[in-house]
């Protein structure tokens, strides 16, 4: 959520508040009278959602030429409400951290170009056996947020969040399978790559295709390490590599071996990606509510000693 301040001459307030008031999901829209100190401009302010700033802002330009520091917009952190399940939310800072999860987990359009890029880059990594290729399309992949917005749904219980967030990730694992493939099928097309010469590194190969135990210390790590730093506000885009690992090369490589028509392999990356999810979001199920807890005790021990 944004919120918007706007300061205008009074006879465009109306139409300031109009533009406010007409978009949905627009909350509290306040109008102060000749409050600003030398021009007397009206003050209008609103929170505007995120997906929502863009009209906003254009219907706001079209109305008037808007002289500096007039138009601003502030990240709000928090915003304080029931969530979607009807049920109120025990603390500020676990209502804050859904809030924050889920803002970062929507599905856009530019979530789904990197996720197509990653893809494509994949691809190229795994038939050219150029393994920072690959590194570079895990750390340009953000398929940490929705991650993390899953977890943190699940053991807040905000279960209509957890669906968007799986819906987020499902979307963005898919367009990197379709990516992949559609790339592999190109290579074939053209010419850079004939039927027979497809080979991926055994051990790379191995690793997103084959599920064994170090498939899932692997994830279980990955998802300790995502939540711990979204939780600390520690996250960097190692952190986001570290999730990337368990999802970009294996649904790349389901892709590309679709392309192929190595449908045994396929299965396998497929299997491999549907253990990694499930393991990376245990673990951060499982961080988060012991990090809950902690927090908690910690408070009660506050409130005690007051």
């Known amino acids: 959520?944004?919120?918007?301040t706007a300061l205008c001459p009074p006879d465009q307030t109306e139409?300031?508040?109009?533009?406010?008031?007409?978009?949905?999901?627009?909350?509290?829209?306040l109008c102060m009278r000749g409050v600003e100190v030398g021009s007397g401009h009206d003050m209008v302010t609103?929170?505007?959602?995120?997906?929502?700033?863009?009209?906003?802002?254009?219907?706001?330009?079209?109305?008037?030429?808007?002289?500096?520091?007039?138009?601003?917009?502030?990240?709000?952190?928090?915003?304080?409400?029931?969530?979607d399940d009807g049920d109120e939310e025990q603390t500020l800072g676990w209502e804050m951290m859904l809030d924050r999860a889920q803002g970062e987990a929507r599905l856009t359009r530019w979530y789904l170009v990197f996720?197509?890029?990653?893809?494509?880059?994949?691809?190229?990594g795994l038939v050219a056996d150029l393994p920072i290729v690959i590194v570079g399309a895990m750390s340009i992949s953000p398929d940490l947020a929705p991650v993390n917005a899953i977890a943190v749904a699940l053991v807040t219980g905000a279960m209509q969040r957890m669906l968007?967030?799986?819906?987020?990730?499902?979307?963005?694992?898919?367009?990197?399978?379709?990516?992949?493939?559609?790339?592999?099928?190109?290579?074939?097309?053209?010419?850079?790559?004939?039927?027979?010469?497809?080979?991926?590194n055994e051990t790379l190969?191995?690793?997103?295709?084959?599920?064994?135990?170090?498939?899932?210390?692997?994830?279980?790590?990955?998802?300790?390490?995502?939540?711990?730093?979204?939780?600390?506000?520690?996250?960097?885009?190692?952190?986001?590599?570290a999730i990337s690992v368990t999802t970009i090369p294996a649904a790349a490589?389901?892709?590309?071996m679709l392309a192929g028509g190595f449908f045994s392999q396929a299965a396998g990356s497929l299997k491999v990606l549907i253990v990694n999810i499930l393991c990376v979001m245990l673990a951060q199920a499982v961080t988060l509510i012991l990090v809950r807890l902690w927090r908690q005790r910690r408070l009660r021990r506050q409130l005690a000693t007051e």
């Not at 799986?166 to 963005?172: C, E, H, K, S």
């Not at 170090?214 to 590599?241: K, N, P, R, S």
């Open 164 to 200: 968007r967030g799986l819906r987020t990730l499902a979307v963005g694992l898919g367009v990197v399978t379709v990516v992949a493939y559609l790339a592999m099928q190109s290579f074939l097309i053209t010419g850079l790559l004939g039927r027979g010469e497809v080979e991926i």
């Open 115 to 124: 996720m197509a890029v990653a893809g494509l880059l994949a691809a190229i």
């Open 15 to 29: 139409s300031v508040v109009a533009v406010l008031q007409g978009q949905p999901d627009t909350k509290n829209v």
């Open 205 to 241: 190969a191995t690793f997103v295709s084959v599920v064994d135990p170090f498939t899932i210390i692997v994830a279980l790590a990955a998802g300790v390490t995502a939540m711990v730093a979204f939780v600390t506000d520690q996250g960097t885009t190692a952190v986001g590599v």
């Open 253 to 256: 490589y389901l892709g590309v």
């Open 46 to 83: 609103a929170f505007v959602p995120r997906g929502a700033i863009d009209v906003v802002l254009e219907r706001l330009r079209a109305l008037r030429r808007w002289a500096a520091g007039e138009l601003t917009l502030l990240d709000v952190d928090l915003v304080v409400r029931e969530d």
């Open 1 to 4: 959520m944004l919120r918007l």
